[in-house]
């Protein structure tokens, strides 16, 4: 199991699927899953259900999703926040997708899909993510400047390197 983790606008799911297609795995997108399990956009469901609820369903969905078939996993920006899926990701090679507070508000900065990204306190929200995603992942790539193939391609390299 491969597991990308990341601040918003990393391009966790881009890569991700760039990703699964050379390794011949399924990719799958823990707030894709979400959204199914629920019916709703990941926006809806903070609007009407609130932030704690979202994370509740995210847990348990990740969770899931790291006991189901052997696959590419993109978590969102926030899942690390949970301890159990923390503990949940076992085994699972942990990739962290690095991006700058800046890069992350160029790419992704206007997106009204992404609750989180409207909330006060972003920059610090985000430094305090990266001490999680660093201390979860065995494999760091930086992302900036770089598009999603070229990092696509860096990690295969690392992957198989291994
Ligand atoms: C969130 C990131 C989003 C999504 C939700 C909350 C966060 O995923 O899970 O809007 O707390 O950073 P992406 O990282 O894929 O944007």
Do not use: C, N, W
């Not at 983790?5 to 699964?20: E, W």
């Not at 942990?94 to 009204?112: H, K, Q, T």
């Not at 760091?140 to 390299?157: F, Q, S």
Request: charged share 25%; no cysteine; glycine share 12%.
């Amino acid at each position: 199991m491969i597991v990308l983790v990341g601040f918003m606008g990393a391009g966790k799911t881009t890569v991700g699927r760039i990703l699964a297609g050379r390794l011949g795995l399924p990719f799958v997108d823990s707030d894709l899953a979400i959204e199914q399990r629920l019916g709703r956009p990941v926006r809806q469901v903070f609007e009407t259900d609130g932030e704690a609820f979202f994370r509740e369903v995210e847990h348990a969905t990740i969770r899931d999703l790291l006991q189901g078939p052997d696959a590419v996993v993109a978590l969102g920006g926030g899942a690390l926040g949970d301890a159990r899926t923390r503990a949940a990701l076992g085994d699972a090679t942990v990739v962290y997708l690095e991006v700058s507070f800046a890069g992350a508000v160029e790419r992704v900065g206007g997106d009204r899909g992404r609750p989180m990204l409207h909330r006060p306190g972003l920059e610090e929200l985000h430094a305090e993510r990266v001490a999680a995603y660093r201390d979860a992942a065995s494999i760091t790539v930086d992302t900036g400047g770089r598009t999603p193939p070229a990092v696509a391609d860096e990690l295969l390299r690392l992957l198989t390197a291994d």
